[in-house]
C-alpha cells in the first residue's frame, strides 16, 4: 500500500492508496483514464535507469501526425545528401584553352627559373666560401713614413690606418687594466703577490701607449704622432752620446 504524499505511477494523482498496481486502483476506472491508462502513464522505471515512455498518437488525430510517429529513425540519403569531403573539380565548358595557363607557363620558364637557378648557385657558393664579419682583416697600407710628396691618398689611407691602430691599443689597455681588477678583487690582501705579473703587464702597455699618443691631444693625427716619435727617437740617441 502507497504512503500518504506518494505520488501515482498510473495517475499521476497525489496522494493515492497504492501507487504501484494496477488492478483495483482507484483510478483505474475514473472518467479520462480508461483501460487505456497502462499505455499511457506507465510505471516509473527501476531507480538508476532512465526511461522515456513512447506515446502513441491519440484519437482522432490528423494523418500527418500518425505519419509523424510511425517515420523510421534513419532519415532519407537522398533528400539530405551529405556534402563531399573535397571540392568537386569544375569541368571545362568550351574547348578554347585558358590564356592564363600559357601566361604561368611563360612567367615561370622566362622570369622565375632563371631567378631560381641563379639564386640557388649563389647560396651554394657562399655556403662553401663563408664569411664572418667579426673575423674581418684589414689590409695593412704604407706608413706615413713611405708616402711620397703630393701622395694625397696615400695620406688618407696612411691616417685611417692609425686611428684604427690607436683604437686597437686603447682596448688592449682596457682589457689589461680589467684583467687586473679583476685580480685584485679575486686575492684580495694578497694582491701584491699574486697579481705581480699583471700590474707589470699594465706598467708596460700603459708605457707603450704613453709614448706613442701622449701629449697628442684631441685633434692627434698620424703626422703629429709621426714628429713625435722621430723628437723621441733623436732625444735617445743625444743621450746614448752622452752616456758613451
Do not use: D, L, T
Given at each position: 500500500m502507497g504512503t500518504v504524499g506518494t505520488r501515482c505511477g498510473l495517475c499521476r494523482l497525489t496522494p493515492c492508496r497504492d501507487p504501484l498496481t494496477?488492478?483495483?486502483h482507484p483510478h483505474y476506472n475514473s472518467p479520462g483514464v480508461g483501460p487505456g491508462a497502462a499505455a499511457i502513464f506507465p510505471r516509473p522505471a527501476p531507480r538508476g535507469r532512465r526511461h522515456v515512455p513512447v506515446l502513441p498518437p491519440p484519437q482522432g488525430?490528423?494523418?500527418s501526425f500518425a505519419a509523424a510517429a510511425a517515420m523510421p529513425e534513419d532519415h532519407d540519403w537522398e533528400a539530405y545528401k551529405v556534402p563531399p569531403t573535397r571540392t568537386p573539380v569544375s569541368e571545362r565548358t568550351t574547348s578554347v584553352p585558358n590564356p592564363v595557363d600559357y601566361f604561368q607557363t611563360a612567367f615561370?620558364?622566362?622570369l622565375d627559373a632563371p631567378v631560381t637557378f641563379i639564386r640557388g648557385w649563389?647560396?651554394?657558393?657562399?655556403?662553401?666560401n663563408k664569411f664572418y664579419y667579426y673575423h674581418q682583416k684589414f689590409r695593412r697600407v704604407p706608413d706615413l713614413s713611405q708616402c711620397l710628396e703630393g701622395d694625397y691618398l696615400c695620406y688618407y689611407e696612411a691616417e685611417a690606418q692609425w686611428r684604427r691602430d690607436?683604437?686597437?691599443d686603447q682596448e688592449i689597455v682596457e682589457i689589461v687594466r680589467e684583467r687586473m681588477a679583476a685580480c685584485k678583487q679575486r686575492e684580495g690582501p694578497n694582491q701584491f703577490q699574486n697579481c705581480a705579473k699583471e700590474m707589470e703587464l699594465l706598467a708596460q702597455v700603459t708605457k707603450?701607449?704613453?709614448d706613442r699618443?701622449?701629449?697628442l691631444g684631441y685633434h692627434g693625427n698620424a703626422r703629429t704622432c709621426l714628429m713625435k716619435q722621430k723628437h723621441?727617437?733623436?732625444e735617445e740617441r743625444k743621450a746614448a752620446q752622452k752616456n758613451q
Open positions: 494496477e488492478e483495483g488525430s490528423p494523418p615561370s620558364n622566362v649563389i647560396e651554394r657558393w657562399q655556403n662553401s690607436r683604437m686597437v707603450a701607449y704613453q699618443y701622449g701629449e723621441r727617437m733623436m
